[in-house]
C-alpha cells in the first residue's frame, strides 16, 4: 500500500469510528513498523463518560462487552452500573428513598458499628483509639445522604441494616469430592451484609480440617486454609459483587 493509501486508510478507520459511537471517541491511530512491514495501530483508551454505544442501534441495544473471546450485548442491571459510573456515582452511595428512618434509627446503627469496631480490635490501646460514630460520620461514609436539607439512608444503609427491598444473600456449600455434584450441607445467611460476611466465615472453619504445628514443646492448632485470607475472600466477594443484578447471590463452596 503507498503512502497516500495508508494514511486515507487511517482516516477513513478514525472517522468510522468516531461517526458509529456515541459519545463520540478520538481513537489513537499510528504507523508502526513489524517484521519490515508497515501496521496500522488503533488505541482506545478508556474513557470517562460511560457507556459508549453505537449510535444507529441506540443506547439499550447498542452497548457491547466482551465475555472471554465472545462479545455479548449488556444485560439491564449492566448498563445501570455503567450509566452510574459514568456520572461518578455507585449503588451504594444511592438514596434509598423507600426507606423512612428516625434518628433512634441513625443511632442505633451508630451504636452497632462502633460495638463492631471494638469486638474487632484486639490490644486495648487500639479500641480506646476508636471514636463515635455520629450522624454526620454516616454522612461522609456515604451511608446518609442529604438531598434538599432532607437527610436520606442510602443504599449502604439498607445492606448495613438488612432492609434494602431485594436483600442479596450469601450461599454457603459445602461439597463430597473436588466437584459440585453432590451436596453434604448448604446453608443460605441473610440479615444486615456485615452479619453474613461474619457467619459465612464461621461456617467455613466449621468444615474445614484443622491440624497442628509443633513450637517447641507447645502445639499449635492451625486451620487448613489461612484465617485471613478466607475472611479476604469472603469480603471482597460481598463488596465487589453487583447489586443491580436480580436474583444473584454471594457464593462460598467448600
Request: charged share 25%.
Amino acid at each position: 500500500m503507498d503512502e497516500d493509501n495508508i494514511f486515507k486508510t487511517m482516516d477513513a478507520i478514525t472517522n468510522a469510528i468516531s461517526d458509529s459511537c456515541e459519545p463520540r471517541i478520538r481513537p489513537d491511530v499510528t504507523l508502526q513498523t513489524v517484521n519490515d512491514k508497515t501496521v496500522i495501530v488503533v488505541e482506545i483508551l478508556p474513557g470517562a463518560m460511560r457507556p459508549y454505544y453505537i449510535k444507529s442501534e441506540g443506547m439499550t441495544e447498542g452497548i457491547y462487552m466482551r465475555v472471554s473471546r465472545t462479545t455479548r450485548s449488556v444485560e439491564g442491571y449492566m448498563l445501570k452500573e455503567l450509566i452510574l459510573e459514568g456520572q461518578n456515582r455507585y449503588f451504594d452511595s444511592e438514596p434509598c428513598r423507600e426507606l423512612q428512618i428516625t434518628d433512634e434509627d441513625i443511632q442505633n446503627l451508630c451504636k452497632i458499628m462502633k460495638e463492631t469496631a471494638i469486638k474487632n480490635t484486639w490490644q486495648d490501646s487500639e479500641k480506646a483509639k476508636i471514636k463515635d460514630i455520629t450522624k454526620n460520620t454516616l454522612l461522609s461514609w456515604g451511608i446518609l445522604t442529604e438531598v434538599q436539607g432532607e437527610i436520606f439512608p442510602t443504599n449502604a444503609y439498607a445492606l448495613l441494616t438488612g432492609q434494602l427491598r431485594m436483600q442479596p444473600i450469601i450461599q454457603c456449600g459445602f461439597f463430597k469430592g473436588k466437584d459440585r455434584a453432590y451436596f453434604v450441607d448448604r446453608r443460605e445467611f441473610d440479615g444486615p451484609i456485615q452479619n453474613q460476611v461474619d457467619v459465612a466465615y464461621q461456617y467455613v472453619f466449621e468444615k474445614i480440617n484443622m491440624g497442628m504445628q509443633i513450637h517447641g514443646i507447645y502445639r499449635q492448632d492451625v486451620y487448613e486454609l489461612p484465617t485471613d485470607s478466607v475472611r479476604e475472600l469472603i469480603a471482597n466477594a460481598v463488596a465487589h459483587r453487583s447489586y443491580l443484578e436480580p436474583g444473584k447471590y454471594t457464593s462460598s463452596n467448600i
